[in-house]
């Protein structure tokens, strides 16, 4: 039987690499894939330092999904394939909302054409887990981690929510949007549950 995909969104300092990090140390997850996207491939380094520079926007998009692209064939198609269920840390709804914010002011609708661009080849997940919440109280949770990037700032963490939020609005039966506003231990039992019941069937 073929495995499930289940992939896990938000915007910066959401607490999603949090929970992730601590569903690979979970009994009940054992056995499964767990990756995440930039990929730790060479087309995920060239990814990152595309983040880290002043590169073209576009390019920056193109770089993502040749990284997306090489992730399926090379480890989500085969896995899913054999039977194992994946769980991916940002997938392409991460493409959508952050490109689309990125992208706003080159095209009228960027999140539809980000979309577009992966019809046909992408394989979509079986469950989208949304980390839902205010860029305010997300950005204030990075502080340690500095002015990391152009990503974490609130102006644009706003679109990329609405983006995200639009995604979701938009295909209700894919996604789950979790309230990640809460303390950690919730936060986590929440997300737990949801996906324990995608893929046993169980609460
Ligand atoms: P990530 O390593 O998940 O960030 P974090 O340090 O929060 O764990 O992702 C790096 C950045 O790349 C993050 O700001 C989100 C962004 N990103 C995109 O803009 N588009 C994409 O398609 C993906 C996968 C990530």
């Known amino acids: 039987m073929r495995g499930k995909l289940i992939t896990l969104e938000g915007i910066d300092g959401s607490g999603k690499s949090t929970v992730c990090q601590l569903m690979k140390n979970e009994k009940r997850f054992s056995g499964h894939?767990?990756?995440?996207e930039p990929t730790t491939s060479w087309i995920g380094d060239?990814?990152?330092?595309?983040?880290?520079?002043?590169?073209?926007?576009?390019?920056?998009?193109?770089?993502?999904?040749?990284?997306?692209?090489?992730?399926?064939?090379?480890?989500?198609?085969?896995?899913l394939e054999s039977g194992s269920n994946v769980i991916s840390d940002r997938y392409s709804a991460s493409r959508c909302a952050y490109q689309g914010a990125t992208l706003a002011?080159?095209?009228?609708?960027?999140?539809?054409?980000?979309?577009?661009?992966?019809?046909?080849?992408?394989?979509?997940?079986?469950?989208?887990?949304?980390?839902?919440?205010?860029?305010?109280?997300?950005?204030?949770?990075?502080?340690?981690?500095?002015e990391r990037s152009k990503f974490e700032k609130i102006e644009f963490l706003k679109k990329v929510r609405s983006n995200y939020l639009r995604l979701a609005a938009d295909e209700p039966s894919r996604f789950v949007?979790?309230?990640a506003d809460r303390p950690l231990d919730e936060v986590k039992e929440d997300v737990f549950r949801t996906i324990a019941h995608a893929i046993e069937g169980q609460e």
Not at 63 to 76: G, K, M, Y
Not at 108 to 113: G, K
């Open 33 to 36: 894939v767990f990756t995440r």
């Open 105 to 146: 002011g080159l095209f009228d609708e960027p999140l539809d054409w980000i979309r577009s661009l992966h019809k046909g080849w992408t394989i979509e997940p079986d469950l989208i887990v949304l980390f839902d919440i205010d860029p305010l109280v997300a950005v204030k949770r990075c502080g340690e981690r500095g």
């Open 177 to 179: 949007v979790i309230n």
């Open 46 to 79: 060239a990814v990152n330092r595309a983040l880290r520079s002043d590169t073209d926007l576009i390019a920056e998009l193109m770089l993502f999904l040749a990284d997306h692209a090489d992730h399926i064939s090379r480890l989500i198609r085969p896995s």
